[in-house]
């Protein structure tokens, strides 16, 4: 039985005091959300405040991306992943579509990033995605095969259980073009026997697979139906706790 993972990436938004606000306003709205796992990744600089505030609750906090290195040293910039987890987070995200076309992340480094994100003990989310023109061309399955192939590379069986896949097709970040269900179920569906594939069917059968891609209160519930959809990581409907709320409880 797969627990279902409801994330919500607060991009480069929200300052210090609103992060908290928006994390003390989330708190008693899922509360009682025993049915999934539920995670906010916040801007590097209001980690450490966010997860003091939600010290006891059932939030767990994300980095949205870390450092390919691991040994702290002259990196400029850069955030390792023990520092993540010394921040108090428990996830990070990794290869977001924006990190890829806008920082030209390559699968070999986001896979150095899932790594890292690994070796510090976080668990690691692992974004994948076709651009439109790459879907309309047919190309959708070999590059996202591409992506896993090469941000899996080197993990092993005991990382596993670490490792969350999103899907997150590029021409429905932000634009508020959903996959259809059918579209989700279908690339989901290839990512767990690319998975099965590389690793076993059994790790295949335990791996949640999140879809992203403009996730609101009003699609979420049909996503969720579909038997390869085991969550969501949600940009812009994450950054209102109320709304975000709604999409935790998808089940309602
Ligand atoms: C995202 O940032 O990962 C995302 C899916 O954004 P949105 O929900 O706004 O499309």
Redesign the pocket.
Known sequence: MRKPVIAG?W?MYKLIADSVATVLALKPLVANANHCEVVVAPVFTAIKTVTDRLEGSNIHVAGQDCSTESKHGAHTGEVAADMLRDAGASHVIVG???RRHLYHESDSFVNRKAQAGLAAGLTVIM?VGETLEQREGGMAERVVRGQLEGGLRDLTASDLDRIII?Y?PVW????GRTATPEQAQEMHAFVRRVFAGRFSQEAASRLRILY????KPDNIAGLMKQADVDGA??????LDAETFARIVHYDR
């Open positions: 990436n991009k977001h579509s924006e974004c999103a997150e429905a970040i932000g634009t992203g891609g403009s996730v990581l949600v940009g812009g409907a994450s």
